[in-house]
């Protein structure tokens, strides 16, 4: 049976040109590598996670969804607190996280195609933020676009109107499901 199988795959393979194979293998690589989209995780043993009880501030992290096709930076992104992985957000997702009050680099990792042969590339976008106890922020993590240099994402502050408007059609995730956006109230 697997002979069958695997008869069945190179005969496949025999039928197309060196250059469709080599796409193939590369889009079957990537797919190994990084994964395909999907929804978001979270790094419970964050060292600014704040479990229980306590003082604490209230992040949301939006990722909203674009307006076009955007290739590789379509995939989901990684958002680290002071160079540790916090989560993984994929497009129309938000979730929620209780953090340890103070400043904080957020660094947005993400996959573009880049330069005059769309090479795939690495991008980060690192912006210093402060939380207080006891607030909650809103953090929507938007694409820019560089051109030829690729796409890379970058966290921006919102209020909570925006907020609420920017998750009308987007999926809660994990904590958010308790405590959506659209519940919230100002004041």
Not at 34 to 48: D, I, L, R
Not at 94 to 107: F, I, S, W
Not at 158 to 187: C, E, T, V, W
Request: hydrophobic share 40%; net charge positive; charged share 20%.
């Amino acid at each position: 049976m697997h002979s069958a199988w695997f008869n069945s795959v190179v005969g496949a393979l025999e039928m197309l040109r060196k250059r469709e194979i080599v796409a193939l293998l590369l889009v079957l690589s990537l797919a190994g590598c990084t994964g395909w989209p999907k929804f978001s995780e979270f790094n419970q043993g964050h060292s600014w996670v704040q479990g229980g009880s306590g003082d604490y501030a209230v992040i949301y992290f939006l990722r909203p969804d674009t307006e076009r096709y955007m290739g590789a930076a379509d995939n989901r992104i990684a958002v680290e607190l002071n160079k540790e992985l916090l989560l993984y957000l994929v497009k129309s997702e938000y979730t929620v996280v209780h953090l340890k009050p103070g400043e904080v680099d957020v660094t947005i990792k993400s996959l573009t195609n880049a330069g005059p042969f769309r090479e795939f590339k690495q991008m980060k976008h690192t912006k210093r933020f402060e939380f207080a106890a006891g607030s909650t922020y809103y953090l929507s993590i938007e694409p820019v676009d560089g051109e030829f240099r690729g796409v890379y994402f970058q966290p921006h502050m919102i209020d909570l109107a925006s907020a609420q408007q920017k998750s009308r059609h987007m999926r809660a995730i994990g904590p958010a499901n308790r405590k959506p956006i659209a519940q919230m109230s100002g004041g």
